[in-house]
């Protein structure tokens, strides 16, 4: 049988409660009986002594132990709860009170004796029963008064009398087990019954939130984990209740999870969607690589030289643009996949800005284009990777190329923070982006609607991968622009002081 963790705490806890109830139980009876025990024999504490002084035969010193019997006997009459006995200083039991064969030992121990006589211990203080005899090493023992009894200067023994003899215990016995027991029993099963009762009414109020939690997580669950399908329970906010703490967890974990899905629902579209083009843009320079290949392959003979090294440069130009395409998807599902490595080192940025300018120079030329570094002596040192930061700037400064008209201008600024930071922008003076496209134009395959095309086919990739490559270095790129005036590129790099 399964048990819910309500019937589990339960079980525990009663079990828990029976346990110190017999340990309460047990700890009572023994203190009662101390307690009794130390009142009763403070009560007869000056017995002995007084029974020894005011008594003829005891206070002249005791030599006829017969008439001594029988003054034990008449006194047992009048305190039948009392045994008397008289115990040479040895602590051999010398005569007594009781009926012939209820007296089992021969001998008790004197230092029990002493030591109530000189208060040398707290009360109560226990003696030897003379009606016990000593079993597995433990002898019965009783509280008593005790007084030393002299024939002058020498002692003759002890007046040792038994509070609450043999007589008493039988009667006390008798009567504890015909009303005290039964109402003992009565009293702890109520008790016990009223506290299962308690216990299972606090129990119930302290796992109900537990148990809407539970019910909570198993209807997500069956819900598909989607959060808009089932209505979650709110919890306030105690932070002194552990479970409310839980719960409202469990609801913020439920809006992450659920969010999450609907991020990688929309990733997966985006992802479909961008294969989808990615296929096609693909397809076109292949369709035309094969074309040409195709006619320099059936008219090759036909054709005359200028055509034939026209349509082998223009299936060149194809398979570098197919190869291109193909890198950008390499890379950018590179990057997506989170396992990129960095290769972090100091080094002068202006060395870095004059290589990537002096690489486009070339294309710059062609188109009629400027590339200006300001300041053109920079000397600032950077901590990042310089192959993934080359990267990023020939994203940028290709895009401002395809986009800026000829005799235009393209900027790289540098400007110093001071927080230890460098910034860099990317300026053009091109088309410029509609202000209602620039949150998008980081997307994988997004094209804004001024686009400037050249004889030239592009992924539409740069920018995320660009993006990507930035967040890498713990940097985010940021853009500015304007219609017909240009656009700026900007992102930080932590500067290294010298």
Same mark, same amino acid.
């Given at each position: @049988? ?73 006194? @047992? ?8 006995? %008289? ?28 030591? %109530? ?62 009303? $005290? ?5 009565? %009293? ?11 216990? @299972?009414?606090?129990?119930? %109020? ?36 552990? #479970? $409310? ?7 913020? @974990? ?59 440069? #223009? ?38 800005? $004059? ?118 270095? $713990? ?20 500067? #290294?002081?010298?």
């Amino acid at each position: @049988m399964i048990l819910s963790l309500y019937q589990r705490i339960t079980i525990a806890l009663v079990l828990l409660f029976i346990a110190i109830a017999c340990t309460f139980a047990w700890w009572s009876a023994k203190l009662e009986v101390s307690s009794r025990h130390e009142a009763e024999q403070r009560l007869h504490l000056q017995l002995a002594e007084h029974l020894g002084n005011d008594n003829p035969l005891l206070k002249e010193g005791v030599y006829d132990y017969r008439e001594l019997k029988n003054l034990f006997h008449s006194l @047992m009459i009048l305190g039948p709860s009392f045994e008397f006995y %008289f115990i040479a200083p040895s602590g051999s039991i010398l005569s007594y009170s009781a009926e012939p064969g209820k007296v089992k030992r021969e001998q008790v121990s004197i230092t029990p004796l002493v030591d %109530f006589i000189a208060h040398k211990k707290p009360l109560p203080i226990y003696g030897d029963d003379p009606r016990n005899q000593c079993t597995g090493g433990s002898c019965a023992q009783k509280i008593f008064s005790a007084a030393p009894i002299y024939n002058g200067d020498n002692l003759q023994g002890y007046l040792y009398i038994i509070i609450g003899g043999e007589k008493y215990d039988s009667i006390f016995a008798d009567v504890l087990s015909e009303q $005290h027991l039964s109402q003992s029993l009565v %009293f702890l099963f109520s008790v016990m019954v009223f506290f299962f009762l308690v216990l @299972m009414a606090l129990l119930r %109020f302290l796992t109900h939130p537990l148990k809407k939690l539970t019910e909570n997580i198993r209807a997500f669950k069956q819900a598909g984990f989607e959060k808009n399908k089932v209505i979650l329970q709110q919890w306030p906010a105690a932070k002194h209740n552990e #479970i $409310h703490e839980l719960g409202s967890a469990f609801n913020e @974990m439920a809006e992450q999870i659920n969010y999450q899905f609907v991020q990688l629902q929309a990733n997966d579209k985006k992802r479909r969607e961008m294969l989808t083009d990615l296929s096609h843009d693909l397809r076109t320079p292949l369709a035309a690589l094969q074309g040409y290949l195709e006619t320099i392959q059936l008219k090759g003979a036909q054709l005359s030289s200028e055509q034939h090294q026209r349509f082998i440069d #223009i299936a060149f130009k194809n398979a570098n643009q197919l190869k291109k395409l193909v890198d950008q998807i390499f890379e950018l599902a590179h990057l997506d996949g989170g396992q990129v490595t960095l290769d972090l080192e100091t080094f002068p940025l202006a060395e870095l800005l $004059h290589d990537i300018a002096a690489k486009f120079q070339h294309r710059l030329q062609e188109k009629g284009l400027t590339l200006n570094i300001s300041p053109e002596q920079c000397e600032f040192l950077v901590y990042t990777d310089i192959g993934k930061l080359e990267r990023i700037l020939s994203n940028l400064i290709d895009n401002a190329i395809r986009h800026t008209a000829t005799g235009g201008k393209i900027t790289i600024q540098v400007d110093e923070k001071t927080n230890n930071q460098l910034n860099l922008s990317v300026i053009d003076n091109g088309t410029g982006i509609n202000e209602n496209e620039l949150a998008y134009i980081f997307d994988a395959r997004y094209r804004a609607s001024n686009a400037i095309c050249d004889s030239k086919e592009h992924g539409g990739l740069g920018l995320a991968i660009t993006q990507k490559l930035l967040r890498l270095l $713990h940097s985010e790129i940021s853009v500015e622009s304007q219609i017909g005036k240009g656009t700026s590129f900007n992102f930080c790099l932590t500067k #290294i002081r010298s």
